[in-house]
């Protein structure tokens, strides 16, 4: 008989109960509420959402078997509605002939159509099963709000090098389910591996397995070297960076915040950790643009410029060489005077355009290019501002009847705004020299 296939080594060494269990303190720490639900047996529906390799799956074993529950676990990618209805019959038979609960565990629970969800929700609340899910996605976006309301959803955290270090000792080490000793390694090398893992213990023992197949097998016990390890790490080790998912909007928000912030240090991290990740550069681009005009507007003309100009620079260069051009006007439009006083003035203005409907355009504003429309009195005593002092005619007003005069635009004192803002006095003034304010 043949002999039966090893485990992968992140599966043969997944914690069997909660002292194996790495990381997640915050959560399982001695007196906090799950780890009190775990070590009493009372299990309540729960969605764990956190980055891959934080030990969702493993979680959800561990809560099952230190309820004495039966385990069924389906992943959302592949499953029906008729493996829900299976699993739900499995339940029913498992408390009707040994009084026990089951624990319905669904992978990738973002991935379940409102359809999937609605199948087990009575069943959840009459409490035939118990429901764990695992997401990497926003459960706010993905879950059914009637789902979402009967579960609590405990937030896993990636896990920081020195829990991944740790679990890297117990996998050279242990002899039955690790490699048992026969592999070693240095301590700078478990550092480096911990650290290019990312907070994903899955990774660093799939990595770790990779290098331990590399230097053999030949019954002595082998090293993994600097030079081995870099060839591994080489395969493609990528920051986590879902696209279009929350990790995606996060680091957006941050580098937004950084260049808001005033801070280009911020900003040039951000901006490399996104790059890094595989976004898409002319979307950096097209963000640098936005920011320019939100957050920095009139107070410096110039950053919507450098920001264009480093947008159509990418254009030609493409990456690597037009990276850099992103990178200086990230660094540009941080380090310029800030003002969102055009982005409040446009929201305002945009806010009574839609409350107040369509308002008459009044006559001397009017375009007149026929004879039908002057003798309408299209245009009529529209006070051309070329012709007046100052070329500014003082008094006129630009509003339609009844909306009053408005003032959205606020310049604040900074930049070239500060200028603007005595410009604007200067004309207001005028405007109350001829009795209109």
């Known amino acids: 008989m043949s002999e039966e296939p090893r485990r992968p080594l992140a599966d043969s060494l997944r914690p069997r109960n909660l002292e194996e269990f790495c990381g997640q303190r915050h959560l399982l720490g001695e007196g906090k509420p799950l780890r009190q639900a775990v070590n009493s047996g009372q299990i309540h529906s729960m969605l764990f959402w956190g980055p891959p390799g934080t ?21 959302a990618v592949l499953a029906g509605v008729r493996d829900i209805r299976s699993a739900v019959e499995q339940a029913k038979q498992f408390r009707s002939e040994q009084g026990g609960q089951t624990i319905f565990f669904v992978d990738e629970a973002h991935r379940f159509n409102k359809a999937q969800q609605d199948a087990f929700l009575p069943y959840v609340e009459d409490g035939t099963i118990t429901f764990i899910g695992a997401t990497t ?14 579960t609590r959803v405990y937030v896993l955290k990636a896990l920081d090098a020195s829990d991944i270090q740790q679990i890297i000792d117990r996998a050279l080490l242990e002899p039955e389910r690790g490699l048992g000793g026969k592999i070693v390694m240095a301590d700078t090398l478990r550092q480096r591996l911990a650290e290019a893992a990312d907070g994903d213990a899955r990774r660093a023992l799939n990595l770790l397995e990779i290098a331990a197949a590399l230097v053999g097998d030949d019954g002595s016990q082998a090293e993994i070297d600097a030079e081995l390890l870099e060839e591994v790490l080489a395969g493609g080790i990528g920051l986590r960076f879902d696209k279009g998912g929350d990790a995606f909007y996060d680091e957006i928000s941050a580098l937004h915040k950084s260049v808001r912030g005033s801070n280009p240090d911020a900003a040039l991290y951000w901006l490399s950790r996104m790059l890094e990740g595989g976004c898409h550069p002319p979307y950096l681009a097209r963000r640098l643009i936005r920011m320019a005009s939100e957050d920095i507007g009139n107070a410096d003309p110039r950053a919507l410029q450098i920001a264009t100009q480093a947008g159509q620079a990418f254009d ?3 990456s690597p060489e037009g990276d850099l051009a992103l990178a ?23 806010q ?6 369509s308002l008459e355009v009044p006559k001397h504003l009017r375009n007149a290019p026929t ?13 051309h501002a070329h012709d007046e002092p100052e070329a500014y005619a003082a008094g ?24 603007i803002g005595e410009k604007l006095k200067t004309l207001r003034d005028l405007d109350r020299s001829r009795g209109n304010h």
């Open 55 to 75: 030990g969702k799956t493993t979680l959800a074993r561990i809560i099952a078997s230190q309820a004495g529950a039966q385990f069924i676990s389906i992943s």
């Open 137 to 150: 996605e926003n459960p706010s976006f993905e879950i059914n709000n009637a789902l979402l309301s009967r």
């Open 316 to 318: 030609r260069l493409g």
């Open 328 to 350: 200086q006007a990230a660094v540009y439009l941080a380090c310029a005077a800030k003002s969102d006083a055009v982005y409040r003035a446009f929201k305002a203005a945009r």
């Open 352 to 357: 009574d355009a839609r409350r107040l409907g």
């Open 371 to 383: 004879k039908l429309m002057r003798n309408l009195g299209h245009g009529a005593d529209y006070r």
């Open 396 to 419: 006129e007003d630009y509003f339609p009847e009844g909306i009053g005069r408005k003032r959205y635009y606020q310049p604040v004192n900074r930049g070239l705004e500060i200028r």
